[in-house]
Protein backbone atom coordinates (compact mmCIF):
# COMPACT_ATOMS: atom_id res chain seq x y z
CA UNK A 1 0.00 0.00 0.00
CA UNK A 2 1.56 3.54 -0.71
CA UNK A 3 2.86 5.44 2.05
CA UNK A 4 -0.41 8.21 2.40
CA UNK A 5 1.07 11.97 3.80
CA UNK A 6 -1.45 13.59 6.21
CA UNK A 7 -1.60 17.29 6.83
CA UNK A 8 -1.32 17.95 10.82
CA UNK A 9 -2.26 21.07 11.66
CA UNK A 10 -1.10 21.54 15.91
CA UNK A 11 -2.69 24.63 16.16
CA UNK A 12 -2.90 25.99 19.50
CA UNK A 13 -2.13 25.31 23.15
CA UNK A 14 -2.83 21.39 23.59
CA UNK A 15 -3.14 21.03 20.29
CA UNK A 16 0.44 20.82 20.22
CA UNK A 17 0.69 18.56 22.87
CA UNK A 18 -1.47 16.09 22.10
CA UNK A 19 -1.10 15.90 17.91
CA UNK A 20 2.84 15.20 19.33
CA UNK A 21 1.94 12.11 21.02
CA UNK A 22 -0.80 11.01 18.54
CA UNK A 23 1.90 10.58 16.04
CA UNK A 24 4.04 8.62 18.33
CA UNK A 25 1.65 6.56 18.71
CA UNK A 26 0.19 6.27 14.80
CA UNK A 27 4.27 5.23 14.37
CA UNK A 28 4.08 2.21 17.06
CA UNK A 29 0.61 0.72 15.57
CA UNK A 30 2.45 0.61 12.05
CA UNK A 31 0.93 3.07 9.89
CA UNK A 32 3.00 4.44 7.40
CA UNK A 33 2.80 8.41 6.46
CA UNK A 34 3.88 11.22 5.65
CA UNK A 35 3.35 14.19 7.56
CA UNK A 36 3.05 17.85 6.77
CA UNK A 37 3.04 20.33 9.25
CA UNK A 38 0.70 23.14 8.36
CA UNK A 39 0.24 26.80 10.11
CA UNK A 40 -3.27 27.35 11.16
CA UNK A 41 -4.86 29.42 14.99
CA UNK A 42 -4.36 32.41 16.91
CA UNK A 43 -0.54 32.92 16.61
CA UNK A 44 -1.09 33.64 12.41
CA UNK A 45 -4.17 35.37 13.23
CA UNK A 46 -2.40 37.81 15.24
CA UNK A 47 0.85 37.98 12.61
CA UNK A 48 -1.10 37.94 9.69
CA UNK A 49 -4.77 38.48 10.29
CA UNK A 50 -5.57 35.06 9.05
CA UNK A 51 -6.03 31.76 11.41
CA UNK A 52 -5.86 29.48 8.07
CA UNK A 53 -3.37 30.40 5.81
CA UNK A 54 -3.93 29.88 2.29
CA UNK A 55 -0.94 27.76 2.42
CA UNK A 56 -2.59 25.32 4.59
CA UNK A 57 -5.35 25.47 2.62
CA UNK A 58 -3.55 24.35 -0.52
CA UNK A 59 -1.74 21.78 1.69
CA UNK A 60 -5.24 20.14 1.68
CA UNK A 61 -6.12 20.88 -1.41
CA UNK A 62 -3.67 18.43 -2.66
CA UNK A 63 -3.43 15.65 0.18
CA UNK A 64 -7.13 15.70 1.28
CA UNK A 65 -6.37 14.37 4.60
CA UNK A 66 -5.72 15.89 7.75
CA UNK A 67 -5.30 15.69 11.63
CA UNK A 68 -5.97 18.53 13.93
CA UNK A 69 -5.08 19.71 17.21
CA UNK A 70 -7.15 22.35 18.79
CA UNK A 71 -7.30 25.68 18.25
CA UNK A 72 -8.04 29.08 20.50
CA UNK A 73 -11.00 31.00 19.74
CA UNK A 74 -12.21 34.80 20.83
CA UNK A 75 -14.59 36.86 20.87
CA UNK A 76 -14.82 39.21 18.07
CA UNK A 77 -13.37 42.64 20.25
CA UNK A 78 -10.70 40.50 22.06
CA UNK A 79 -9.28 39.30 18.64
CA UNK A 80 -9.53 42.41 16.58
CA UNK A 81 -7.57 44.15 19.91
CA UNK A 82 -4.44 41.35 19.58
CA UNK A 83 -3.86 41.80 16.13
CA UNK A 84 -0.76 43.23 15.33
CA UNK A 85 -0.54 46.89 15.67
CA UNK A 86 0.00 47.18 11.39
CA UNK A 87 -2.81 44.92 11.05
CA UNK A 88 -5.68 46.92 13.01
CA UNK A 89 -8.20 48.52 11.31
CA UNK A 90 -7.24 46.93 7.68
CA UNK A 91 -10.36 45.07 7.91
CA UNK A 92 -9.41 41.81 8.82
CA UNK A 93 -12.43 39.31 10.91
CA UNK A 94 -11.67 36.41 12.84
CA UNK A 95 -13.13 33.63 11.90
CA UNK A 96 -12.38 29.94 13.02
CA UNK A 97 -10.22 28.41 11.29
CA UNK A 98 -11.84 24.95 11.73
CA UNK A 99 -15.58 25.81 10.56
CA UNK A 100 -13.45 27.80 7.70
CA UNK A 101 -12.07 24.62 6.87
CA UNK A 102 -15.45 22.62 7.05
CA UNK A 103 -16.74 25.31 4.83
CA UNK A 104 -14.19 24.97 2.12
CA UNK A 105 -14.12 21.58 1.66
CA UNK A 106 -17.67 20.84 2.43
CA UNK A 107 -16.79 19.06 5.31
CA UNK A 108 -20.29 18.54 6.06
CA UNK A 109 -20.24 15.18 8.02
CA UNK A 110 -19.34 15.74 11.63
CA UNK A 111 -19.33 12.10 13.18
CA UNK A 112 -19.12 12.17 17.23
CA UNK A 113 -18.87 8.39 18.90
CA UNK A 114 -19.33 9.12 22.31
CA UNK A 115 -18.59 5.39 24.00
CA UNK A 116 -18.04 4.03 27.46
CA UNK A 117 -14.93 2.03 28.28
CA UNK A 118 -15.04 -0.20 31.38
CA UNK A 119 -13.39 0.98 34.31
CA UNK A 120 -13.15 4.36 33.48
CA UNK A 121 -13.76 6.47 36.83
CA UNK A 122 -15.89 9.31 34.84
CA UNK A 123 -18.22 6.92 33.32
CA UNK A 124 -21.82 7.66 33.58
CA UNK A 125 -23.46 5.90 36.80
CA UNK A 126 -27.08 5.96 38.49
CA UNK A 127 -28.98 5.35 41.41
CA UNK A 128 -31.10 2.29 41.55
CA UNK A 129 -33.08 0.63 44.53
CA UNK A 130 -29.62 -1.33 45.38
CA UNK A 131 -27.13 0.95 44.90
CA UNK A 132 -25.66 1.92 41.38
CA UNK A 133 -25.11 0.97 38.07
CA UNK A 134 -23.07 2.03 34.80
CA UNK A 135 -25.08 1.35 31.77
CA UNK A 136 -23.15 1.13 28.40
CA UNK A 137 -23.50 4.12 26.40
CA UNK A 138 -22.68 3.84 22.62
CA UNK A 139 -24.13 6.49 20.73
CA UNK A 140 -22.65 8.76 17.54
CA UNK A 141 -23.87 11.68 16.96
CA UNK A 142 -24.08 12.95 13.47
CA UNK A 143 -23.71 16.93 12.98
CA UNK A 144 -24.62 18.81 9.74
CA UNK A 145 -21.14 20.74 10.04
CA UNK A 146 -21.65 23.66 7.12
CA UNK A 147 -25.11 25.05 7.74
CA UNK A 148 -27.60 26.16 10.21
CA UNK A 149 -26.12 29.12 12.72
CA UNK A 150 -22.35 28.05 11.61
CA UNK A 151 -22.57 29.25 7.77
CA UNK A 152 -21.87 32.27 9.04
CA UNK A 153 -24.85 34.71 7.61
CA UNK A 154 -25.03 37.02 9.82
CA UNK A 155 -24.67 40.63 11.08
CA UNK A 156 -24.66 43.87 13.01
CA UNK A 157 -26.16 46.47 11.69
CA UNK A 158 -28.26 44.24 9.47
CA UNK A 159 -27.24 46.41 5.57
CA UNK A 160 -30.54 48.72 4.24
CA UNK A 161 -30.86 45.88 1.74
CA UNK A 162 -30.94 43.22 4.34
CA UNK A 163 -33.11 44.68 6.89
CA UNK A 164 -36.42 45.17 4.07
CA UNK A 165 -35.53 41.96 3.38
CA UNK A 166 -35.94 40.77 6.44
CA UNK A 167 -39.10 43.31 7.71
CA UNK A 168 -41.29 41.70 4.82
CA UNK A 169 -41.80 38.61 7.64
CA UNK A 170 -44.26 39.61 9.87
CA UNK A 171 -42.56 38.29 12.80
CA UNK A 172 -40.14 41.43 12.13
CA UNK A 173 -42.30 43.56 13.60
CA UNK A 174 -41.40 43.67 17.12
CA UNK A 175 -37.73 44.66 16.21
CA UNK A 176 -38.82 47.40 13.19
CA UNK A 177 -38.25 50.74 16.04
CA UNK A 178 -34.89 49.04 17.06
CA UNK A 179 -31.51 51.25 15.60
CA UNK A 180 -29.30 49.31 13.47
CA UNK A 181 -26.02 49.51 15.80
CA UNK A 182 -28.71 47.85 18.50
CA UNK A 183 -29.50 44.93 16.32
CA UNK A 184 -28.01 41.36 15.65
CA UNK A 185 -29.25 39.08 13.40
CA UNK A 186 -27.82 35.21 12.78
CA UNK A 187 -29.63 33.21 10.01
CA UNK A 188 -30.26 29.22 10.40
CA UNK A 189 -29.88 27.78 7.13
CA UNK A 190 -30.63 24.65 6.04
CA UNK A 191 -31.02 23.05 2.29
CA UNK A 192 -32.94 19.78 1.62
CA UNK A 193 -29.80 18.44 -0.29
CA UNK A 194 -27.57 18.45 3.18
CA UNK A 195 -30.22 17.26 5.25
CA UNK A 196 -30.70 14.58 3.09
CA UNK A 197 -27.73 13.44 2.89
CA UNK A 198 -26.58 13.83 6.86
CA UNK A 199 -29.39 11.70 7.42
CA UNK A 200 -29.02 9.23 4.90
CA UNK A 201 -25.27 8.77 5.99
CA UNK A 202 -26.96 8.00 9.98
CA UNK A 203 -28.95 5.69 8.51
CA UNK A 204 -26.18 3.57 6.10
CA UNK A 205 -23.99 3.29 9.63
CA UNK A 206 -26.72 2.76 11.80
CA UNK A 207 -27.44 -0.52 9.61
CA UNK A 208 -23.50 -1.19 9.14
CA UNK A 209 -22.66 -1.07 12.39
CA UNK A 210 -26.03 -2.53 14.06
CA UNK A 211 -27.77 0.02 15.37
CA UNK A 212 -31.33 0.05 16.09
CA UNK A 213 -32.57 3.18 16.01
CA UNK A 214 -31.51 7.18 14.45
CA UNK A 215 -32.71 9.73 16.26
CA UNK A 216 -33.62 13.19 14.61
CA UNK A 217 -32.70 15.50 17.97
CA UNK A 218 -34.04 19.37 16.52
CA UNK A 219 -36.57 21.84 17.47
CA UNK A 220 -39.46 21.21 14.86
CA UNK A 221 -42.01 22.71 17.45
CA UNK A 222 -40.54 25.95 17.53
CA UNK A 223 -37.91 26.30 14.60
CA UNK A 224 -40.48 25.12 12.14
CA UNK A 225 -39.20 25.83 8.82
CA UNK A 226 -35.49 24.48 9.17
CA UNK A 227 -36.18 21.75 12.02
CA UNK A 228 -38.97 20.97 9.58
CA UNK A 229 -37.28 20.33 6.73
CA UNK A 230 -35.49 17.88 8.74
CA UNK A 231 -37.57 15.66 10.12
CA UNK A 232 -39.35 15.65 6.67
CA UNK A 233 -36.46 14.13 5.35
CA UNK A 234 -35.54 11.63 7.95
CA UNK A 235 -39.51 10.17 7.20
CA UNK A 236 -38.76 10.02 3.47
CA UNK A 237 -35.83 8.04 4.14
CA UNK A 238 -36.22 5.89 7.41
CA UNK A 239 -38.79 3.83 4.59
CA UNK A 240 -35.64 2.57 2.99
CA UNK A 241 -34.54 1.47 6.40
CA UNK A 242 -37.25 -0.97 7.58
CA UNK A 243 -35.31 -2.58 10.09
CA UNK A 244 -34.00 0.63 11.79
CA UNK A 245 -36.61 3.03 13.86
CA UNK A 246 -36.98 6.47 13.51
CA UNK A 247 -37.31 8.81 16.59
CA UNK A 248 -37.80 12.30 17.19
CA UNK A 249 -36.80 14.39 20.04
CA UNK A 250 -36.96 18.43 21.03
CA UNK A 251 -33.19 19.32 21.65
CA UNK A 252 -33.97 20.70 25.46
CA UNK A 253 -36.07 17.41 26.02
CA UNK A 254 -33.19 15.25 24.59
CA UNK A 255 -30.68 16.84 27.21
CA UNK A 256 -32.97 15.59 30.16
CA UNK A 257 -33.13 11.98 28.97
CA UNK A 258 -29.84 11.19 28.05
CA UNK A 259 -29.11 11.72 31.81
CA UNK A 260 -31.92 9.04 32.39
CA UNK A 261 -31.38 6.52 30.09
CA UNK A 262 -28.56 7.10 27.69
CA UNK A 263 -28.60 3.24 26.89
CA UNK A 264 -31.57 3.54 24.76
CA UNK A 265 -29.61 6.00 21.73
CA UNK A 266 -27.92 4.93 18.87
CA UNK A 267 -26.95 7.55 16.28
CA UNK A 268 -28.14 10.54 16.76
CA UNK A 269 -28.21 12.87 13.93
CA UNK A 270 -28.69 16.94 14.33
CA UNK A 271 -28.17 20.25 12.95
CA UNK A 272 -24.57 22.29 13.37
CA UNK A 273 -25.09 24.06 16.83
CA UNK A 274 -27.83 21.35 18.58
CA UNK A 275 -25.49 18.47 17.08
CA UNK A 276 -22.31 20.62 18.87
CA UNK A 277 -24.49 20.51 22.43
CA UNK A 278 -25.89 17.18 22.21
CA UNK A 279 -22.62 15.80 21.40
CA UNK A 280 -20.67 17.38 24.09
CA UNK A 281 -23.59 16.16 26.43
CA UNK A 282 -23.14 12.51 25.67
CA UNK A 283 -19.26 12.93 25.80
CA UNK A 284 -19.51 13.93 29.64
CA UNK A 285 -21.37 10.79 29.94
CA UNK A 286 -18.04 8.76 28.65
CA UNK A 287 -15.50 10.37 30.07
CA UNK A 288 -15.46 14.23 28.75
CA UNK A 289 -13.78 15.88 26.49
CA UNK A 290 -10.73 14.22 27.55
CA UNK A 291 -12.07 10.98 24.91
CA UNK A 292 -14.50 12.93 22.84
CA UNK A 293 -13.24 12.26 19.14
CA UNK A 294 -14.29 13.81 15.82
CA UNK A 295 -14.33 13.74 12.16
CA UNK A 296 -15.39 15.75 9.95
CA UNK A 297 -15.49 14.37 6.44
CA UNK A 298 -16.44 15.34 3.28
CA UNK A 299 -16.87 13.58 -0.36
CA UNK A 300 -13.15 13.66 -0.95
CA UNK A 301 -11.46 15.37 2.02
CA UNK A 302 -11.67 14.49 5.60
CA UNK A 303 -10.40 16.17 8.71
CA UNK A 304 -9.97 14.35 12.25
CA UNK A 305 -10.01 16.27 15.67
CA UNK A 306 -10.69 16.07 19.13
CA UNK A 307 -13.62 18.16 20.17
CA UNK A 308 -11.47 19.86 23.16
CA UNK A 309 -10.55 23.46 22.90
CA UNK A 310 -6.53 24.41 23.47
CA UNK A 311 -6.21 24.77 27.36
CA UNK A 312 -3.96 27.13 26.80
CA UNK A 313 -3.27 27.79 30.59
CA UNK A 314 -2.14 23.99 30.27
CA UNK A 315 0.25 24.28 27.02
CA UNK A 316 3.58 25.02 28.84
CA UNK A 317 3.10 22.79 31.85
CA UNK A 318 6.66 20.51 31.45
CA UNK A 319 6.44 17.75 31.53
CA UNK A 320 2.38 17.82 29.96
CA UNK A 321 -0.28 16.53 32.19
CA UNK A 322 -3.32 16.71 29.59
CA UNK A 323 -5.40 13.52 28.27
CA UNK A 324 -4.48 12.23 24.98
CA UNK A 325 -6.54 10.23 24.61
CA UNK A 326 -9.74 11.80 21.86
CA UNK A 327 -6.77 12.41 19.69
CA UNK A 328 -5.83 8.96 19.89
CA UNK A 329 -9.20 8.08 19.02
CA UNK A 330 -9.60 10.85 16.58
CA UNK A 331 -6.56 8.99 14.98
CA UNK A 332 -8.26 5.92 14.87
CA UNK A 333 -11.55 7.10 12.88
CA UNK A 334 -8.94 8.45 10.46
CA UNK A 335 -7.75 4.87 10.19
CA UNK A 336 -10.73 3.51 9.25
CA UNK A 337 -11.51 6.29 7.07
CA UNK A 338 -8.13 5.15 4.96
CA UNK A 339 -9.05 1.34 5.21
CA UNK A 340 -6.87 0.39 8.12
CA UNK A 341 -9.71 -0.41 10.37
CA UNK A 342 -7.35 -3.55 11.77
CA UNK A 343 -4.72 -0.59 12.83
CA UNK A 344 -7.89 1.63 14.43
CA UNK A 345 -9.21 -1.71 16.45
CA UNK A 346 -5.41 -2.24 18.02
CA UNK A 347 -5.55 1.68 19.25
CA UNK A 348 -8.98 1.22 20.54
CA UNK A 349 -8.49 -1.89 22.28
CA UNK A 350 -4.82 -0.58 23.67
CA UNK A 351 -7.07 2.61 25.14
CA UNK A 352 -9.49 0.04 26.58
CA UNK A 353 -6.81 -2.32 28.53
CA UNK A 354 -4.99 1.14 29.83
CA UNK A 355 -8.54 2.06 30.88
CA UNK A 356 -9.85 -0.79 32.58
CA UNK A 357 -6.51 -1.89 34.43
CA UNK A 358 -6.63 1.62 36.08
CA UNK A 359 -2.54 2.23 36.72
CA UNK A 360 -2.23 4.79 34.19
CA UNK A 361 -4.52 7.86 34.55
CA UNK A 362 -4.55 11.27 33.73
CA UNK A 363 -5.76 13.96 36.34
CA UNK A 364 -9.43 13.95 34.61
CA UNK A 365 -10.27 10.55 35.44
CA UNK A 366 -8.62 10.82 38.81
CA UNK A 367 -10.56 13.90 39.61
CA UNK A 368 -8.10 16.02 40.25
CA UNK A 369 -7.95 19.73 39.46
CA UNK A 370 -5.31 20.62 36.57
CA UNK A 371 -2.14 21.88 37.85
CA UNK A 372 1.66 20.68 37.65
CA UNK A 373 0.93 18.88 41.71
CA UNK A 374 -1.10 16.38 40.18
CA UNK A 375 2.00 14.45 38.65
CA UNK A 376 2.94 13.94 42.71
CA UNK A 377 -0.68 12.90 43.60
CA UNK A 378 -0.43 9.74 40.92
CA UNK A 379 -1.68 11.25 37.63
CA UNK A 380 0.21 10.19 34.46
CA UNK A 381 1.55 12.73 32.38
CA UNK A 382 1.05 13.18 28.50
CA UNK A 383 3.70 11.04 27.25
CA UNK A 384 3.05 8.10 30.16
CA UNK A 385 -0.37 7.45 28.91
CA UNK A 386 0.95 7.40 25.34
CA UNK A 387 3.32 4.97 26.44
CA UNK A 388 1.06 3.14 28.05
CA UNK A 389 -0.97 2.85 25.28
CA UNK A 390 1.61 1.65 22.68
CA UNK A 391 2.65 -1.00 25.55
CA UNK A 392 -1.19 -2.15 25.23
CA UNK A 393 -0.85 -2.59 21.46
Not at 69 to 95: C, F, M, R, W
Not at 212 to 226: A, G
Not at 265 to 287: E, K, P, Q, R
Request: charge should be negative; hydrophobic fraction near 40%.
Amino acid sequence: MPKRTVVTMPGDGIGKNVLQEDLKLLDAVGFEAEYVFADVGWEFWVTEGNPLPKRTIDLLEKHRLGLFGAITSKPKDQAANELAPELQGKGHVYYSPIVGMRQYFNLDLCIRPCRTFKGNPLNFARKTRDGYEEPAVDVVVFRQNTQGLYAGVEWTNPPPEVRQALETHPKMAAFKDVPGEDLAVSTRIYTREACHRIIEEGFKYAKKFGYKSVTICEKPNVIRETSGMMREEARKIQKDYPGIALWETNIDAQMMWLNKNPEDYGVIVSGNMFGDIVSDAFAGLVGGLGFACSANVGKDCAVFEPTHGSAPKYADLDPSIVNPMAMFLSSAMMLDYVGEEDKARRIRDAIAGVVEEGKVRAYDMMKLKGAPEVLDQGAASTSQITDAVIAKL
